[in-house]
């Protein structure tokens, strides 16, 4: 089992940028998918974006493509999430998860472990 814990949320204004962060323990991620999905109040959990062990294969929800930007460094055990051009619809509690079995991506199901999550409000 892998301990996640997400970090770096925090409230901004429409237009600012974050960058979140999954620092993983007792476990190497090395070898392992990983994923951010985020839980709006009143909403069900969405798939936001997913990466590959090697990091060279990624894929994006389409409410993030092009302002969202993951990434990973398998020697810290640790995933970012660069969170740029943000908007209020982005408010939500970001979750970070690893993928031990093969399966679709944006299925939370198929993810093994969960952080506890990390809340980002865009207001004004």
């Known amino acids: 089992q892998v301990q996640l814990v997400e970090s770096g949320g925090g409230l901004v204004q429409p237009g600012d940028s974050l960058r979140l962060s999954c620092a993983a323990s007792g476990r190497t991620i090395s070898g392992y998918s990983m994923g951010w999905f985020r839980q709006a109040p009143g909403k069900d959990r969405e798939f936001v974006v997913a990466i590959s062990w090697t990091g060279s294969i990624t894929d994006y929800a389409d409410s993030v493509k092009g302002r969202f930007t993951i990434s990973r460094d398998n020697a810290k055990n640790t995933m970012y999430l660069q969170m740029n051009s943000l908007k209020p619809e982005d408010t939500a509690v970001y979750y970070c998860?690893?993928?031990?079995?093969?399966?679709?991506?944006?299925?939370?199901?198929?993810?093994?472990?969960w952080g506890q999550g990390t809340q980002v409000t865009v207001s004004s």
């Open positions: 998860a690893v993928k031990v079995k093969r399966g679709p991506w944006r299925s939370s199901s198929e993810y093994d472990d």
